[in-house]
Structure formats: C-alpha cells, structure tokens
C-alpha cells in the first residue's frame, strides 16, 4: 500500500479472516485515510492492481461514510467446499480441491449436511471456544451439490461442493462441519450422531479438521 499512497497515513480492516491455505473468491477490506479522500477511484484502483502479487486482484472500490466498519456491519457469508473422493486427483488440484482417496456414500453425506441449517449450538464444531464465544449460529442454507462453480480441465471427472451460508461462523466451523461428513461418509459417524452433536447438551467435539485447501470465501454479501 506504500508503494501506491506514497507517506499518506492510512489503516485497513478485513471484512474476515480465513485459515492458512484458504482461498478466497470474493474478499473486502476497509480503507482509512488521516487526510483527503481519494480523488479518482478507479484510477487508484488500477494502480493498485499494479502493486498487487499476482494471487491477489481488486475488482471493485466504493467510498463509504464514515460511520460504515466492515467488521460491525452485517453481512451474509457463503463458502464452498470443493472436494472429491476416490482416485488421487491431478496434483493441479490441490490449491482448490481436497480429495479423500476412499469411497464416500456421497448421498448419505447430502442428508448429513442438511441437518446443519438452522439455529444451533455448534460448540463440537468449534476449536478452542473462550467463555465469551457465541456458540449458538444460524446456518441460512447447508447442502452438498455437484460442483460446477469452479472447474478446470484437470479437475477429476466428478466433484462436489458443500456450500455453506451465514452470518458469521465460528472458529474452523467449516472445515469441521466438513469433516464430519467425510466421517458420516466413510460409516464412522451417523446420521444420528450428526443430529445430536448440535444439541447444546452434548459435549464431544469433531476432531477431525478437513483440509483447509478445498475452502472457499465465496461471497460476501453487506447489507
């Protein structure tokens, strides 16, 4: 941001945080500025594509008051989880795609992640949770559905997306909520299980964290 805004002091803040690994589809951050605002938008934009590293590109820029925090503001999140099962995918994959090598009942996974919508305690699907943590979150939609949202030649014949929405989500809850299905796919877990893990009286966390790679922030909605 130096190189673009020069000795102007300045402060930014992101609209979330994501895990190691993790990628990104959609993303924002807020831009403050101690002196005047800026005088072209897209004409800053541009020049701060320029300086960008080339994983990272800015689409859009929007003056906001100075009343507006990305952070307090509400907001509607959706990830994708982009995974496969069975054969080894083409090491391409791997930025993008989690493949399990075994088989997975991939229907019985479709109903698992239906269970996950609606207002719960998701205290299992929480790493390290404080005192002060807001265990109890509303997923606005949860289902697992054949990925054509993000495709490449090299992607495996068949893939799948669990797509997730909210408000906000907890610690690693995701990847967790994704673990547990792979779990329920493999016959480890059942459908059972996966209801009463939501229950606020049931204490056994999910221990299994699916890899951060096949994560996606894919839209951030503000309202």
């Given at each position: 941001m130096r190189f673009v805004l020069g000795e102007v002091r300045f402060k930014?803040?992101?609209a979330s945080r994501t895990d190691a690994m993790v990628?990104?589809?959609e993303a924002a951050f807020e831009l403050f500025l101690d002196d005047e605002p800026l005088?072209?938008?897209?004409e800053f934009l541009t020049i701060f594509n320029k300086n960008l590293p080339q994983d990272i590109r800015a689409t859009t820029i929007q003056e906001v008051d100075e009343k507006?925090?990305?952070i307090q503001h509400p907001k509607k999140k959706e990830y994708i989880y982009l995974?496969?099962?069975g054969a080894k995918s083409h090491p391409f994959c791997a930025p993008l795609l989690a493949t399990f090598q075994e088989d997975l009942d991939i229907d019985l996974m479709k109903k698992g992640a239906k269970l996950f919508k609606g207002k719960h305690n998701f205290r299992n699907y929480c790493t390290k949770p404080t005192e002060h943590t807001i265990l109890e979150r509303e997923v606005e939609d949860c289902e697992i559905v054949k990925n054509t949202l993000i495709i490449a030649n090299f992607f495996p014949e068949h893939s799948y997306a669990l797509k997730v929405s909210g408000t906000g989500f907890l610690r690693n809850q995701i990847r967790l909520?994704?673990?547990a299905l792979v779990l329920l796919g493999r016959g480890e877990l059942s459908l059972e299980y996966l209801q009463k893990s939501l229950s606020p009286d049931i204490h056994d966390p999910i221990t299994y964290i699916?890899?951060?790679s096949?994560?996606?922030l894919n839209k951030i909605d503000f309202e």
């Open positions: 930014i803040l992101g990628s990104a589809q005088e072209n938008l897209e507006f925090n990305i995974f496969a099962f909520m994704m673990g699916a890899p951060g096949g994560l996606i």
